[in-house]
């Protein structure tokens, strides 16, 4: 893999990060019912992104031997690095304020310390949630942008990468949020409603199916990318693709909100969230480790 496991834990976190922080915003409009969704969805998204981005710096290698030259991450606006570096560093502080605006009190320790923040946070809601909203769907997208930038990669070349990685972002954001939203009213023995989460879930789904084969077919246009996309399909990493990601991730899911559409059975559509989780993160490593790159320029 010539990406080492700190992208593919970046890839994922920042996504999930990014997709909790839109199932948030949509639950708040969805009134009291998934209260707990939206609460969880905006306590998740900071740190997850923050963990993320502190990977992707440690693999840059600078983080760890020459941590001031980060600062140029700032300055090449003709480099995706550099749109990727200005949108998480206002995502962070942003998604953290969002969370103080809409959560409760921490204990009295801790709040002190907060508490100014969280009144401005308060009074500044609404622009927050604009700013999460615009930034969410930045951070979903640049995932797949840092990847298709470099050029010897034909499968990461695609269009329809960042189409993808904002598709499973929002899904796995959603299932994070959904699972800790379920664990938040079990505890505080609150109304829960996931039938309605259940339908959007579905149709999310089935458009990362739809965009995935696109991909796919789109990537194994040329002879590297079809290289690519035959250890996915057939190859070495075949299992884990139809396994984890196309059935455990993507169809079982459905068939589990499906079922949570018609009967209203919650245990079932908990299952598919965890499906969701581990076949976005299955994604991402399959992604970088299908890879095949060609020789650009004159071969020696």
């Not at 080492?4 to 708040?28: E, K, M, N, P, R």
């Not at 304020?97 to 002190?112: C, K």
């Amino acid at each position: 893999m010539v990406w080492g496991w700190q992208i593919a834990w970046y890839l994922f976190l920042g996504g999930l990060g990014a997709g909790a922080t839109v199932t948030s915003l949509l639950a708040s409009r969805a009134g009291p019912r998934v209260g707990t969704i939206e609460r969880a969805g905006a306590t998740l998204a900071g740190p997850a992104v923050a963990l993320g981005t502190a990977l992707l710096v440690f693999d840059l290698g600078m983080g760890r031997r020459e941590p001031w030259r980060l600062v140029y991450l700032y300055l090449n606006w003709g480099s995706p690095m550099t749109w990727g570096t200005w949108i998480l560093t206002l995502f962070i502080p942003v998604a953290l304020l969002h969370a103080l605006s809409i959560t409760g009190p921490l204990p009295p320790r801790w709040e002190r310390p907060v508490a100014p923040v969280r009144r401005a946070a308060v009074r500044a809601r609404g622009t927050l949630k604009v700013m999460a909203g615009v930034l969410a769907v930045s951070t979903a997208i640049y995932t797949g942008v840092l990847l298709s930038a470099p050029p010897s990669f034909p499968l990461l070349g695609s269009w329809l990468l960042p189409v993808l990685f904002l598709l499973s972002a929002l899904s796995t954001g959603m299932s994070a949020a959904v699972v800790s939203g379920y664990v938040l009213a079990r505890r505080e023995k609150a109304e829960f409603d996931l039938c309605s989460w259940s339908r959007i879930h579905i149709g999310l789904v089935v458009m990362e199916l739809v965009v995935l084969f696109a991909w796919l077919t789109v990537g194994a246009a040329s002879q590297a990318g079809g290289d690519s996309v035959q250890l996915l399909v057939s190859g070495s990493l075949a299992p884990v693709f139809w396994v984890v990601v196309v059935f455990g991730g993507l169809i079982a899911p459905v068939i589990a909100h499906i079922a949570t559409a018609t009967n209203g059975n919650s245990q079932v559509a908990l299952a598919g969230e965890a499906g969701v989780l581990a076949g976005g993160l299955a994604l991402r490593y399959l992604v970088l480790l299908a890879a095949v790159p060609v020789i650009i320029g004159p071969a020696l």
